[in-house]
């Protein structure tokens, strides 16, 4: 068809040489998908012609901009979207990507004063929506459930505000937020927000050693959580993991004062939970008498926003901090435009509040829009595999974005239990967290999206605060397993070992040039290391610590962490913090963690243990290890496999050679390499032997 070739002609635009089109095999929207995976897939031209971004020419023409005159691009956005109370004093941006001429600094509308709360709601309210709705809750059990109109959810997000300010928290005072999906979780990050309060969401799975060590490191004025939450047919008494937790930092020096505990009646009766006279105060029993209405505290652009604690290489988490003004305009600006957002749209995104999607994708970006955005406290399986399209066809979602495990899990379950829900609501998908593999790509798009729904298949990091590499659903044909192109003002970089960028078809490490609104400023506390390890690497650029390539018509295709971080089921987990759970069981001497290919969760987590002299290995003692590692991490940090290893494969200088470990965990015994270099070759033997064991 000719538009068909419209796309084709166009494509010719496309950054970073996007060339040899017309030799690809194209599919077009609709028809079924052909088996190769490098088959482009259009959007329809009726899905086109709605889009925000229609065509690659109108994507090229911005991207252009964006890169040429990234200050003008951005200005122009904040300056006609969002309020500021005072605008940015000289320059829109400064920046210092180059550890050789100095400190790492970032800064994006440097002394302009706004207030994000003030942008997501009260200026939405402004603009004639109060009455909309800003968020549908659904509870765990089926025909649980709730809303809040604009209006409703600035009063109720007031009221709190006023509150921590009663109790004494000021701007700049940290407040850890340990909530699993209630209304009250973006409430409350809105109500820090409100009061200049630097709110640090610690994700409801974490264990109490886990949030003890954020609580040490931020020292919080309170910590915010409620009693217990149901998922699926679980029950999880969250505040004995924060008393836990509270016990444990206070031996570590940091006491918290108060601990504000929201009753959710529906998991547990207040009368059921324990409290501490004088620190423990009940939500309902305050937080309601509060006022409606609460002044806004104007910040600096540059002052934090929130802290969110992610794993790296070592065993410590890394705070990562966000400021408040940049990280408003990416996060509003990346939703609108990768998901094509309308008005009208109702949007769901399945990720958590205590991972960075929930910062960016369920609270700031959807509502600094004006979304409707549905909340779900439940597990996506229960009471069965439907759950999902359930929820889809009840609030007529348009927009649904989750992650490549679930796809793949719901995959497994059949396709039965997606047919029988309509999901004629939906228009766009999108997916994050890891890589998502073609199969899964290809069952999304025509099982739940019925060949109808473009897929953004978003690639960002917690660092990042928002999307750099996305499609834009409309702007032009996607291929399944890749995230496309970047987004507007993203430079991407692939480099070489030796940190020279590499042009055309390519692969390897990717990096990013320049500064972009969202990206993060610093980590809490260790700047050195937010330079050591983001900016040393790759003089000059952000290393984002993923592999990935880029084909021949331009296209990126991110390949995983080339770190010592495992992604299991779009969770990051550090290997060395899982060892270092490992080897704090008083028999486990030794540990080395690797990550294994997994059909659902992407990875799983291959440890190798080494015991204590004398102790046999059995059962018990390896279900003893997994058991230590749920209690110290957090049950989705468990280890898949425990494999006993009576020595380890390590060099003369006793590094261990993680590589040769890999090869045993996935079991691919014929690649193990060169081995000569070991201490010991002989235990590579040995431990194949025990790898059945
Ligand atoms: C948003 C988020 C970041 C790491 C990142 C990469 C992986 C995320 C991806 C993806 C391929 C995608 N990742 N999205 N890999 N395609 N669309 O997940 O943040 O938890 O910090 O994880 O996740 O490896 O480096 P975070």
Redesign the pocket.
Known sequence: SSDHLRHMDSMSQLPSGAGNISSLNAVILGESLASEEHDLVFPSPHFSSQALISSPQQYQEMYKRSVEDPAGFWSDIATSEFFWKDKWAHEVYTENLDVSKGPIKIEWFKGATTNICYNALDRIIESGSGDKVAIYWEGNELGQDGKLTYSELLNKVCQLSNYLKHVGVKKGDAVVIYLPMLMELPITMLACARIGAVHSVVFAGFSAESLAQRIVDCKPRVVITCNAVRRGSKAIHLKEIVDNALVESAKNGVSVGLCLTCENQSAMKREATKCQDGRDIWWQDVVPQYPTECEVEWVDSEDPLFLLY?SGSTGKPKGVLHTTGGYMVYSATTFKYAFDYKPSDIYWCTADCG???GHSYVTYGPLLNGASVIVFEGAPNYPNSGRCWDIVDKYKVTIFYT??TLVRSLMRDGNEYVTRYSRKSLRVLG??????NPSAWKWFYNVVGDSRCPIS????????GGFM??PLPGAWPQKPGS?TFPFFGVQPVIVDEKGNGIEGECSGYLCIKNSWPGAFRTLYGDHERYETTYFKPFTGYYF???GCSRDKDGYYW????VDD?I?VS???IGTAEVESALVSHPQCAEAAVVGFEHEVKGQGIYAFVTLVDGIPYSEELRKNLILTVRNQIGAFAAPDKIHWAPGLPKTRSGKIMRRILRKIASRQLDELGDISTLADPSVVEQLIALSDS
């Not at 298949?457 to 990042?464: L, M």
Request: hydrophobic residues 30%.
């Open positions: 992610t991972w960075i999607t992650a490549p997916s994050v967290g890891e890589p998502i298949d978003t690639w960002w990091q917690t660092e990042t590499i996305t995230a984002s610590g993923d991110l390949t995983g962490r971080v992604n779009g969770h990051r």
